[in-house]
């Protein structure tokens, strides 16, 4: 077995979604000749708001051994930026806050002993000097990990590949919002740090193609695409009894750039035409910036059939996706190239997928590859498109879909897509 690190903020028993990719693999990467250590910070399950990562949790390190790989579990201390998140960040005492993230962005060009990482790199540098690792693959974000790459290199000869989940400083996502002088420069900054820091890595790895190729052209460094993909349990999921309404569901956080507009239009549409659907905002609630976005685009005639609930242990959050009578996806704006990390927990679970928006790009189409996909770019379009689903549901057409998608999707299993690690590794 070839030793591996695997540095991540993100990991079981963390049930948030970044937590899944790094868990999975370090969970079955001996099936491939590799037997990795995990280094991460202290986690609880109980993770029901943003605010809750951001606690303090944790006395020593815990080390936990499996016959696949091994976990060192970091105490976890909030640094100077996720302290100020705790006490200003989502008060009107929020400039506070930006304050302390521009100290923060500043510090971070020396040391990262004022951050919440501040404890990992003298941790590896000490559990270097007793086991030899072949390689370390660091999965951001916080991207600020990608440092602790750089310093490995630098000071230990340490080869080491960058896992970006999502793209750093080119992420079209963060250059969206509105900015300002201080967000301007504090990209500007971080767009330094990433071309430095990854700049020491031998390779990068991303999620989509469109991910990789940005990445690998701003860093200068051959670039790996390893999609998300889905756990192969989720094909022989025990079903569960369907919502008596017909319920749509839209699973994990909103973002800013995506347009609520056409799916609560195809709504009122359906209210006005005496065929209501019902509306589950699934865990969008762990945002409370959307959860106020959605509720205050709500008129009062269609309020009753939109519910919006904080963040689900996955368990529970599975039993609420199989109840339901088909999914909800939404484009990011006119951004390309994002293959939202619910789609292919979607694709496995077999059922309709909404598509409205429609990105016109890697969403459609591998919701068209799978049969699952129902895209539409207006009101009208989503309200058909759900009445087209429930005639399938009345024709007893549903699980002849699912079947058809399972043909379509394997290549998308979580597993399939880490076998490309070896060559990432140079096996």
């Known amino acids: 077995m070839r030793k591996l690190l695997l540095?991540?903020?993100?990991?079981?028993?963390?049930?948030?979604?970044?937590?899944?990719?790094?868990?999975?693999?370090?969970?079955?990467?001996?099936?491939?000749?590799?037997?990795?250590?995990?280094?991460?910070?202290?986690?609880?399950?109980?993770?029901?708001?943003?605010?809750?990562?951001?606690?303090?949790?944790?006395?020593?390190?815990?080390?936990?051994?499996?016959?696949?790989?091994?976990?060192?579990?970091?105490?976890?201390?909030p640094?100077?930026?996720?302290?100020a998140y705790l006490a200003f960040g989502e008060s009107a005492l929020r400039p506070l806050f930006l304050v302390v993230k521009l100290l923060d962005v500043f510090l971070a060009r020396f040391t990262l002993k004022f951050s919440s990482f501040s404890n990992f790199l003298p941790f590896i540098n000490e559990l270097l000097k007793k086991q030899r690792f072949e390689s370390a693959i660091i999965s951001?974000?916080?991207?600020?990990?990608?440092?602790?790459?750089?310093s490995?290199?630098?000071?230990?000869?340490?080869?080491?590949?960058?896992?970006?989940?999502?793209?750093?400083?080119?992420?079209?996502?963060?250059?969206?919002?509105?900015?300002?002088?201080?967000?301007?420069?504090?990209?500007k900054v971080e767009s330094d740090y990433e071309k430095k820091w990854v700049g020491s890595a031998d390779s990068i790895i991303s999620v989509s193609q469109v991910y990789t190729d940005r990445i690998a052209r701003f860093i200068g460094k051959k670039g790996y695409t390893i999609e998300n993909g889905f756990e192969d349990e989720?094909?022989?999921?025990?079903?569960?009894?369907?919502?008596?309404?017909?319920?749509?569901?839209?699973?994990?956080?909103?973002?800013?750039?995506?347009d609520l507009s056409y799916i609560l239009g195809a709504l009122q549409l359906a209210v006005n035409a005496s065929a209501p659907f019902h509306l589950l905002f699934l865990g969008a609630g762990y945002d409370q910036k959307e959860r106020r976005r959605i509720e205050d685009l709500l008129p009062a005639d269609i309020k009753p059939y939109v519910k919006v609930t904080d963040r689900l242990p996955r368990k529970e959050a599975l039993v609420e996706l199989q109840k339901a009578h088909a999914f909800l996806a939404m484009a990011y704006g006119s951004?390309?190239?994002?293959?939202?990390?619910?789609?292919?927990?979607?694709?496995?679970?077999?059922?309709?997928?909404?598509?409205?928006?429609?990105?016109?790009?890697?969403?459609?189409?591998?919701?068209t590859e799978a049969g699952l996909g129902f895209a539409a770019n207006s009101a009208e379009e989503c309200f058909e498109q759900i009445q087209n689903i429930r005639a399938l549901y009345q024709k007893d057409q549903i699980l002849e879909l699912k079947e058809y998608s399972k043909q379509k999707i394997a290549k998308y299993s979580r597993f399939s897509q880490l076998q490309q690690i070896k060559e990432v590794l140079g096996d």
């Open 335 to 367: 951004m390309k190239g994002i293959p939202s990390s619910k789609l292919y927990e979607y694709m496995a679970l077999g059922k309709p997928v909404v598509l409205c928006p429609s990105d016109a790009d890697i969403m459609e189409k591998m919701l």
């Open 152 to 187: 490995l290199k630098e000071k230990l000869g340490l080869k080491w590949i960058a896992d970006y989940r999502d793209d750093w400083s080119t992420n079209e996502l963060q250059m969206e919002r509105s900015g300002g002088v201080v967000r301007k420069w504090i990209a």
């Open 234 to 258: 989720l094909l022989s999921i025990p079903s569960q009894t369907l919502f008596q309404e017909f319920t749509l569901i839209y699973s994990g956080v909103l973002y800013p750039s995506q």
């Open 79 to 83: 640094g100077i930026l996720d302290r």
């Open 7 to 77: 540095i991540s903020n993100y990991f079981s028993p963390c049930t948030l979604t970044p937590s899944q990719r790094i868990t999975f693999w370090a969970r079955n990467m001996h099936r491939l000749g590799y037997y990795p250590t995990v280094i991460t910070r202290d986690w609880t399950s109980e993770t029901r708001s943003h605010q809750d990562t951001k606690r303090p949790l944790g006395d020593k390190v815990r080390h936990e051994v499996f016959d696949t790989h091994e976990v060192y579990y970091l105490p976890f201390r």
């Open 140 to 150: 951001g974000e916080p991207f600020y990990l990608f440092r602790i790459g750089y």
